[in-house]
C-alpha cells in the first residue's frame, strides 16, 4: 500500500479518523485503538485510548485481547473492527452489539460473540465480542494458537448471515448492500473505494444561518464529514454553528438536549467537531451556537 492503511486519506480525513468516529457514534463509549508499540497515528478524538499491543506479529486475536482487556469493567461488550473498512455504517455496528444485547442470568447464558458471516466470510474484525473474553484471548495468545477460529471453538458464538443482518429494517435501508464489511487491502482496493461518491446525508439550517443564498432546507448533499456537509451548503462552520445528527430533539432551531456530546446514533450527536464522519441516511441539523 505504501502508506500505513490508518493514515490513508478519507474524503479530508483519515480511514482511522473515520472509524474512530462511526464506532463513537455508534456506542456512546469509549474507544479503544490499539496499535504496534510506538506506531505513529494520525489525529484521533480527544477521549480516544490508545494502547500499544505488548506482543507484535501475532494477528488479530492479540490485537483483541489488548483492546478488550483495556475495556473489562468499562463496558460489556464492545464491536471489534480493523481499520480499513471505510463504509462501516453506525446502524451495522448497532445491528451486531444488538446480539449481545439480552441479559444474562449467568456467564454461560446467551452468546458470547456476534459474528457476520456476510458477503461469503466469517467477519471476525466486524463482530461484537464480550469484554470478558480478554483473558481466553490471552491465554490463546500465550499457547500460539493465534487465529481468531480458536477463539471460537472455546466460547459461544452467534452467526449472523446475510439475511438477519438485514432483517434490521434500519440497517437494510441504510446499508442494503453490506458495504460496511467491503475493506480495502490493496492500493486498487483502495483507490476504488476514494472514487465513490460521498455519502448522500441532508442538511437543514436554523436561525440566522438561513439567509438568501442558504435557504432552510431540508436539502440532499454529499459529504463524509460534518465540516463538508456545512461547506456544500455555503455555511461557514465554527465555533458560532452547532451541528446535530439524527435527532428528533429539534424545533423551530432549539436543541432540546444537554451538552455537546456523543452518543448512539438513535439517540442524537451533538457537536462543533467538523471532522465528525458521516454516513448515508444522516439528517445534519446546523443551528446557531448558544
Not at 483473558?135 to 452467526?159: I, K
Amino acid at each position: 500500500m505504501g502508506t500505513p492503511k490508518a493514515a490513508l486519506e478519507w474524503h479530508g480525513s483519515t480511514l482511522l479518523r473515520r472509524t474512530v468516529g462511526i464506532l463513537a457514534r455508534a456506542t456512546g463509549g469509549p474507544v479503544v485503538v490499539v496499535r504496534a508499540s510506538g506506531q505513529d497515528l494520525p489525529d484521533l478524538p480527544a477521549g480516544t485510548v490508545v494502547v500499544d499491543d505488548p506482543r507484535e506479529g501475532k494477528g488479530p486475536v492479540q490485537g483483541i485481547a489488548a483492546g478488550l482487556a483495556v475495556l473489562r469493567g468499562r463496558a460489556e461488550t464492545a464491536f471489534v473492527t480493523s481499520t480499513d473498512l471505510p463504509f462501516l455504517h453506525p446502524a451495522f455496528v448497532s445491528r451486531v452489539l444488538s446480539a449481545l444485547d439480552a441479559p444474562r442470568a449467568c456467564p454461560r447464558d446467551g452468546p458470547d460473540v456476534a459474528l457476520p458471516v456476510a458477503r461469503g466470510y466469517q467477519q471476525p474484525l466486524a463482530a461484537a465480542y464480550r469484554t470478558s473474553l480478554a483473558e481466553l484471548a490471552e491465554r490463546l495468545v500465550a499457547q500460539d494458537r493465534l487465529r481468531p477460529a480458536f477463539l471460537f471453538a472455546e466460547c459461544s458464538v452467534t452467526r449472523l448471515d446475510d439475511a438477519v443482518l438485514l432483517a434490521d429494517p434500519v440497517l437494510a435501508a441504510s446499508d442494503p448492500d453490506l458495504d460496511s464489511l467491503l475493506n480495502v487491502n490493496t492500493l486498487d482496493d483502495y483507490q476504488a473505494a476514494r472514487r465513490r461518491p460521498a455519502p448522500e446525508v441532508t442538511v437543514q439550517l436554523f436561525g440566522t444561518l438561513i439567509n438568501v443564498g442558504r435557504p432552510a432546507g431540508p436539502r440532499a448533499v454529499r459529504a463524509a464529514t460534518v465540516g463538508a456537509a456545512a461547506i456544500t451548503v455555503g455555511l461557514p462552520f465554527g465555533r458560532n454553528v452547532t451541528a446535530t445528527l439524527n435527532s428528533d430533539q429539534i424545533n423551530d432551531g432549539q436543541i432540546k438536549q444537554g451538552p455537546i456530546k456523543q452518543g448512539p446514533i438513535n439517540q442524537g450527536l451533538i457537536t462543533r467537531d467538523p471532522s465528525v464522519p458521516l454516513a448515508a441516511g444522516d439528517t445534519v441539523f446546523f443551528t446557531p451556537a448558544p
